[in-house]
């Protein structure tokens, strides 16, 4: 006979989902990507994304021991997928103290002084992306980027951008916007731009790797495929539909184009598989905590992240608009709560309608 | 297989007990009979201290209209009117009986009636009431009023709920397995007591609802109502929580109750759900004259030596009921129903009521630390009433339980999914009840204040 009972409020069984399961898995899902990132531009990319998450461990750290929490919480893993995430947006030659001042500012700023984890209004990475746009412009705007020079899948951790196995090139958004209907000729084909050998931030370049890692935290159900794929619709759909200047610099609608069939379908496949937006339409926008809870509310703020690349990427003074594009969406998020929450209760009768008595 | 919106899949753990044909346990030596065993006014004692008792005699009188009746479940002597803790935590008023195991029935009580195919609507009501019969679910809500639905409600379905959806329970399953045909009585007689007399016979269909976890009864039920036109049976998507009620008929007829906050009631669509053992209670009341004093329970959890299903008297301690089986010392927590809406209690002299479907004693005493809500949105994605949950949790933890109101606290079913489906092991259920313990007042009086406001304007 036991001699104490346990009380407490139903239930009491728990399911075996945890935060840090869930932080780990997308710390996973990141791994393939990063993996692409080693083979284009070398080993080099391991000393940033170490760099990185070892700042926002250790800020992380010391904002918990200035709050008096247990350090315990340091195993959530949020930390890790920040760090991780911030190295992704990072140039892969950054110098040493751009992911260290950049893990500062995403975990004190953006995420401890909002409250820590669960609490910060906006994506921590993005937000330490966006300060290091700021406070090191050299480090992070380059005309040219480096990449390694093709070699055996296997030799993944021979070279380094630094090397002289190095070759250095604009990123295809940076060509489409100098030089529209020039963007394959720096020598890429689609299936470069679509697995990622092209110059680049370090996890941003593989759509494919980044899919992948996607599909996966779709299938466990961390991501809803609706925000996502709102994301790119609305990007699509934007660059597809907004007048953009020609080679006259008269502006033009995309849609006539589209139907007389001069529209230049290169163009829209370097705005969907370069640049961040793949990474930022799976492991950016779709951050918990910073993104609405319904499915409603997630499109919505898809939609509008989607229409804030277009308009930054067209019309912007930046080749790149998905930083700044899901800051401005986590900025609408409180608004989308207001008007999609709460929803229909289950069974509830419009009462204007005449429903139950 | 069409069902509702939301809800999980836990673990069912009804391995442990599903094989155990059902046992009687013997009364102990002394019972403590609780005056409230169901919603609503407890029942009156009418015997004393001292009182000689029968088995089945009355010993409780209902105290109006939402209210049942109480007998003894054994015979033997009144030795006192006493109190004593009810499964919620709150204390009742219990009659003490010592048990003389003798086993004398009261008049009456066990014979076979042979008239009983032929007893009116109106006498079926009667004797739901006469016997004590409450909901066995759980929920324990007087079959007799549920029953006697106003005549503006016209109902066409009786659904038998036998989702037994709570991990661990197989008690409904081992009745339906076991009983199938005194079962399927109780049903008719749920039926024509819900068919108005001038009515075609047929008019009320009943069909007994089953997920998918229990096929073999499914098809033995299949099988025995084939000639039947106005009875079924219906699979369903196994998933919790497939028995509540408002779930269940969404899944059965794809019907949405109103929520609680418009006052929203099966009746509203037409269906009067009821469980496997409330309608075996009421065949037995019919045909045998027998009260509501025993019911099936299940026994089962990883603290126990072996699982099983038993037939309880009412009044029996849950010590005893444990004891029974075997209960090791590993257990730290012993609850009274299942683990998704069950409660645990405090004390294993609480006794065994006409609602309780199973007793389990868990060794579970992993401590669940609660971190801050990440906005998954995973509460959101299987709450079944399409709540957010998490807000609720949010906002109590800044003590702003008043505000839960606009997020529809009241419409919680209190099924646990959210609880269970949270990776931060927030407590949102305990924060829900305590929301709806200050929502439902201000509401009351904004009622109130709204009357007294209308009377004065209309002088």
């Given amino acids: 006979m036991p001699p104490d009972l346990q009380v407490s409020v139903s239930p009491h069984i728990r399911s075996q989902e945890t935060v840090p399961r869930i932080m780990w898995t997308v710390a996973g899902a990141l791994v393939p990507a990063g993996l692409v990132g080693l083979y284009v531009f070398g080993w080099r990319i391991l000393v940033v994304v170490s760099l990185s998450v070892l700042s926002c461990i250790v800020t992380e750290a010391a904002s918990l021991r200035a709050r008096k929490l247990p350090l315990a919480r340091l195993r959530d893993g949020s930390a890790v997928v920040t760090g991780v995430l911030l190295a992704f947006v990072l140039p892969p030659h950054a110098a040493w103290y751009v992911p260290v001042v950049g893990g500062m500012v995403a975990i004190g700023l953006a995420k401890q002084l909002f409250g820590g984890l669960g609490h910060n209004v906006f994506n921590p990475a993005l937000i330490g992306r966006a300060f290091l746009q700021f406070a090191f412009p050299l480090q992070l705007n380059h005309a040219e980027w480096p990449y390694l020079i093709r070699r055996p899948l296997l030799e993944i951790f021979r070279g380094d951008v630094a090397s002289a196995d190095a070759i250095a090139g604009a990123t295809p958004l940076a060509v489409l916007k100098d030089a529209p209907g020039e963007v394959f000729s720096g020598g890429w084909s689609f299936w470069d731009l679509f697995s990622g050998y092209m110059p680049g931030c370090i996890g941003e370049t593989s759509s494919v790797a980044i899919i992948l890692g996607g599909a996966l935290l779709i299938a466990l159900g961390y991501v809803n495929w609706r925000l996502p794929v709102a994301y790119l619709a609305a990007l699509v759909a934007g660059v597809l539909l907004f007048p953009v200047a020609g080679a006259d610099g008269a502006l033009r609608a995309g849609l006539p184009a589209i139907f007389d069939g001069t529209y230049p379908w290169q163009n829209l496949a370097v705005h969907v598989f370069s640049g961040g937006l793949m990474l930022g339409a799976f492991f950016m926008i779709t951050d918990m905590v910073t993104s609405p809870m319904t499915s409603r509310g997630q499109v919505i703020y898809g939609v509008i992240g989607g229409i804030m690349v277009a308009l930054i990427r067209l019309y912007g003074g930046y080749p790149e608009g998905v930083c700044y594009s899901i800051l401005i969406a986590n900025g609408f998020r409180p608004m989308i709560d207001r008007f999609t929450m709460p929803p229909r209760v289950f069974g509830q009768r419009d009462i204007a309608a005449g429903g139950t008595s | 297989?069409?069902?509702?919106?939301?809800?999980?899949?836990?673990?069912?753990?009804?391995?442990?007990?599903?094989?155990?044909?059902?046992?009687?346990?013997?009364?102990?030596?002394?019972?403590?009979?609780?005056?409230?065993?169901?919603?609503?006014?407890?029942?009156?004692?009418?015997?004393?201290?001292?009182?000689?008792?029968?088995?089945?005699?009355?010993?409780?009188?209902?105290?109006?209209?939402?209210?049942?009746?109480?007998?003894?479940?054994?015979?033997?002597?009144?030795?006192?009117?006493?109190?004593?803790?009810?499964?919620?935590?709150?204390?009742?008023?219990?009659?003490?009986?010592?048990?003389?195991?003798?086993?004398?029935?009261?008049?009456?009580?066990?014979?076979?009636?042979?008239?009983?195919?032929?007893?009116?609507?109106?006498?079926?009501?009667?004797?739901?009431?006469?016997?004590?019969?409450?909901?066995?679910?759980?929920?324990?809500?007087?079959?007799?009023?549920?029953?006697?639905?106003?005549?503006?409600?016209?109902?066409?379905?009786?659904?038998?709920?036998?989702?037994?959806?709570?991990?661990?329970?197989?008690?409904?399953?081992?009745?339906?397995?076991?009983?199938?045909?005194?079962?399927?009585?109780?049903?008719?007689?749920?039926?024509?007591?819900?068919?108005?007399?001038?009515?075609?016979?047929?008019?009320?269909?009943?069909?007994?609802?089953?997920?998918?976890?229990?096929?073999?009864?499914?098809?033995?039920?299949?099988?025995?109502?084939?000639?039947?036109?106005?009875?079924?049976?219906?699979?369903?998507?196994?998933?919790?929580?497939?028995?509540?009620?408002?779930?269940?008929?969404?899944?059965?007829?794809?019907?949405?109750?109103?929520?609680?906050?418009?006052?929203?009631?099966?009746?509203?669509?037409?269906?009067?759900?009821?469980?496997?053992?409330?309608?075996?209670?009421?065949?037995?009341?019919?045909?045998?004259?027998?009260?509501?004093?025993?019911?099936?329970?299940?026994?089962?959890?990883?603290?126990?030596?072996?699982?099983?299903?038993?037939?309880?008297?009412?009044?029996?301690?849950?010590?005893?009921?444990?004891?029974?089986?075997?209960?090791?010392?590993?257990?730290?927590?012993?609850?009274?129903?299942?683990?998704?809406?069950?409660?645990?209690?405090?004390?294993?002299?609480?006794?065994?009521?006409?609602?309780?479907?199973?007793?389990?004693?868990?060794?579970?005493?992993?401590?669940?630390?609660?971190?801050?809500?990440?906005?998954?949105?995973?509460?959101?994605?299987?709450?079944?009433?399409?709540?957010?949950?998490?807000?609720?949790?949010?906002?109590?933890?800044?003590?702003?339980?008043?505000e839960t109101e606009h997020w529809n606290v009241i419409d919680c079913i209190e099924c646990g999914v959210c609880t269970y489906v949270c990776p931060s092991r927030r407590p949102i259920v305990q924060h829900v009840k305590i929301g709806k313990a200050v929502v439902v007042p201000l509401m009351r009086a904004r009622a109130e204040e709204l009357r007294r406001q209308q009377e004065k304007e209309h002088g």
């Avoid at chain 2, 204390?91 to 007893?119: C, H, K």
């Avoid at chain 2, 089953?210 to 096929?215: C, G, H, L, M, Q």
């Fill in chain 2, 1 to 402: 297989m069409r069902s509702f919106r939301g809800g999980v899949h836990p673990p069912d753990m009804k391995h442990l007990s599903a094989d155990a044909p059902i046992e009687v346990l013997a009364a102990p030596e002394q019972l403590v009979v609780p005056l409230s065993q169901h919603i609503g006014a407890p029942a009156r004692p009418i015997v004393q201290a001292g009182d000689d008792v029968r088995v089945g005699q009355l010993i409780g009188e209902a105290s109006g209209f939402v209210s049942a009746a109480v007998h003894s479940p054994v015979s033997g002597k009144v030795k006192a009117v006493t109190r004593t803790r009810h499964p919620l935590g709150n204390t009742v008023d219990a009659l003490l009986i010592e048990n003389d195991g003798q086993d004398r029935m009261a008049e009456r009580v066990g014979e076979d009636n042979p008239n009983w195919r032929d007893v009116s609507p109106r006498d079926i009501v009667d004797t739901a009431m006469k016997a004590g019969i409450v909901g066995m679910g759980g929920a324990t809500f007087p079959t007799h009023v549920k029953l006697s639905p106003p005549e503006s409600k016209h109902i066409d379905t009786v659904i038998l709920n036998a989702a037994e959806c709570e991990p661990y329970l197989t008690c409904d399953y081992r009745l339906l397995l076991e009983r199938t045909e005194d079962v399927i009585e109780g049903l008719k007689l749920l039926v024509r007591a819900l068919t108005p007399p001038d009515a075609p016979p047929n008019r009320v269909s009943g069909i007994i609802a089953v997920e998918a976890n229990k096929k073999d009864v499914f098809l033995k039920l299949q099988d025995m109502l084939q000639d039947k036109t106005n009875l079924l049976a219906r699979l369903m998507p196994v998933k919790y929580p497939q028995g509540a009620e408002k779930q269940l008929i969404k899944t059965v007829l794809n019907r949405e109750v109103p929520p609680q906050s418009q006052r929203g009631l099966p009746m509203d669509v037409g269906v009067v759900v009821q469980n496997v053992g409330t309608a075996l209670a009421l065949y037995e009341a019919v045909r045998f004259n027998k009260p509501l004093y025993e019911r099936v329970l299940t026994v089962s959890g990883d603290a126990i030596d072996t699982p099983g299903n038993l037939l309880v008297r009412v009044g029996t301690s849950t010590e005893h009921v444990l004891k029974a089986r075997g209960i090791t010392d590993s257990a730290s927590v012993v609850i009274s129903g299942g683990p998704m809406m069950g409660i645990a209690l405090s004390r294993l002299s609480t006794p065994v009521n006409k609602g309780t479907s199973g007793l389990l004693a868990l060794s579970s005493s992993e401590n669940w630390e609660t971190m801050p809500c990440i906005s998954c949105g995973a509460c959101v994605r299987h709450c079944p009433m399409q709540l957010i949950p998490s807000k609720f949790s949010t906002l109590g933890d800044v003590g702003r339980y008043d």
